[in-house]
């Protein structure tokens, strides 16, 4: 799985819908916030803000919830938000990147390094993971919206680089260059979508028995449950068996 997390799940995540909402919104919050205040207010005019409200409205994010998130980014002319990325292993030596959007990195780190700590892992320096990965772009788009071979074929015509289905959404990838030019040609026939940016694909993933996979797991979200962690990535693979049964996953 290219992210753990990633907004991509937050529909399909069956039995935490409720508890994870405000949670969710506050990081789609942020994004939005952090959008606006880095570009154009305008949604055509700025991509970043733009893959935010989207990710927002798959999210069933209310309409007053998205707009003040945007004026926020006048109100506070003294916040600042910045993007760091963290790179390390979890149980198992599994590779794991970690986005955070903070205000105050030396409380992210500790924070992150103390969860990686508690659960088997270690916090490394930048590039012990990342070479494990490779940056793409990602586009996911709810299967109501679009049949399989519609999609396809208009993801083959825009020049993406794969285009796959599962049992809920189809998942278009793009080398990072490509990715707006991509995104603007999908957006001409579809434009909801459940998320799109550039994330971080895994070269290979790591297959691990059903216990231990849930262990990672369980660290994974423990992670995505710091108000600071906007995504999870993980070299993990997660067998479709254990996804149904888990209602953690």
Request: with cysteine; proline share 2%.
């Given at each position: 799985?290219?992210g ?5 799940g ?6 935490k ?5 405000s ?6 919050s942020?994004?939005i916030t952090?959008?606006?205040?880095l570009g ?9 803000l733009?893959?935010a ?9 209310p ?8 004026n ?6 003294n916040?600042?938000y ?14 794991v ?20 700590q508690k ?8 590039g012990?993971?990342?070479h494990q990965f490779?940056?793409?772009g990602?586009i996911r788009?709810d ?5 399989d ?5 208009l ?6 680089e794969d285009?796959s289905s ?12 490509n ?12 434009q909801d ?15 691990l028995?059903q216990?231990k996979?849930k262990?990672?797991?369980n660290?994974?979200e423990?992670l995505?449950?710091d108000?600071?962690v906007?995504?999870v990535?993980?070299n993990?693979?997660v067998?479709?068996?254990l996804?149904t049964k888990n209602?953690?996953i």
């Amino acid at each position: 799985m290219a992210g753990h997390s990633h907004w991509a799940g937050i529909k399909h995540k069956k039995g935490k819908a409720d508890k994870l909402r405000s949670k969710i919104f506050s990081k789609l919050s942020k994004e939005i916030t952090v959008a606006a205040k880095l570009g154009s207010k305008e949604v055509d005019m700025n991509p970043r803000l733009r893959s935010a409200i989207q990710a927002a409205k798959a999210a069933n994010m209310p309409k007053d919830n998205i707009e003040r998130a945007i004026n926020k980014s006048e109100l506070n002319k003294n916040l600042n938000y910045n993007s760091i990325i963290y790179e390390g292993f979890g149980p198992e030596k599994v590779a794991v990147i970690v986005e955070a959007l903070t205000d105050n990195k030396n409380r992210t780190a500790s924070n992150i390094r103390t969860i990686f700590q508690k659960n088997g892992g270690n916090l490394g320096s930048t590039g012990v993971a990342s070479h494990q990965f490779r940056q793409v772009g990602v586009i996911r788009i709810d299967k109501k919206i679009i049949s399989d071979n519609s999609i396809l074929e208009l993801a083959i015509n825009g020049g993406a680089e794969d285009c796959s289905s599962n049992s809920f959404y189809h998942e278009i990838i793009t080398i990072k260059e490509n990715f707006y030019k991509v995104k603007v040609e999908i957006e001409k026939k579809v434009q909801d979508f459940i998320s799109s940016g550039i994330e971080w694909l895994p070269i290979n993933k790591i297959l691990l028995d059903q216990e231990k996979t849930k262990s990672v797991l369980n660290f994974l979200e423990i992670l995505e449950d710091d108000d600071d962690v906007q995504y999870v990535y993980a070299n993990l693979e997660v067998d479709s068996k254990l996804i149904t049964k888990n209602s953690n996953i």
